[in-house]
């Protein structure tokens, strides 16, 4: 695939020039299949490139925008970086509730990826919040029923379980610290 995408980029460059949206997307999509192939350094070189074309192509705001700094986060996701991954994130979700509207899919899509970054990191409210705004968008859009709807509530159920795991440890924790442990109730 990327030898591919590789012809096209050699392709558009020359035809529509190395500044044009379409080569920014060519970039975008191989930085798409680095990621998938593990390649996560050369998938950021990537998105950086699509990134900078992008912007200067068609704003700073643009939906296209935002979607490569959701691209970014999924791939900072996958390297442990959280933070820089929920950075990319926030910037893509801003930009695509500005571009598209806050009921839109791509606000969905996007913020499903957060609460999936949340939810790798270990903040698991904020994976929750994000999880329900994520099946409420996806409620309206495709059904109930739709696997995209269903998918994004297997996550939300995954992050529930297991706060409620940490809930009862946390729990034991505090009673221990406090002394609180060895009293029983009549």
């Known amino acids: 695939a990327l030898e591919h995408h590789g012809k096209a980029l050699d392709i558009t460059r020359k035809a529509l020039g190395a500044e044009h949206a379409k080569t920014g997307k060519i970039y975008d999509n191989m930085g798409i299949v680095c990621k998938e192939l593990g390649e996560y350094d050369k998938a950021l070189e990537h998105h950086g490139k699509a990134l900078d074309i992008t912007r200067k192509a068609l704003g700073a705001e643009h939906a296209k925008t935002g979607k490569i700094y959701d691209n970014m986060g999924i791939v900072c996701k ?15 979700l801003d930009i695509t509730r500005k571009a598209l509207g806050a009921e839109h899919v791509k606000v969905g899509e996007t913020c499903n990826n957060t609460a999936l970054t949340h939810k790798k990191k270990g903040s698991l409210a904020n994976a929750q919040a994000l999880f329900a705004e994520s099946t409420r968008i996806y409620t309206k859009v495709y059904g109930a029923d739709h696997k995209k709807t269903r998918d994004v509530l ?3 159920e995954g992050a529930r379980g297991t706060m409620n795991e940490r809930l009862p440890a946390a729990a034991r924790q505090w009673a221990a610290a ?6 029983q109730s009549n």
């Open 78 to 92: 996958e390297l442990g970086e959280y933070d820089k991954a929920l950075e990319h994130h926030g910037k893509a």
């Open 154 to 156: 297997q996550h939300a």
């Open 178 to 183: 406090s002394g609180n442990g060895a009293r």
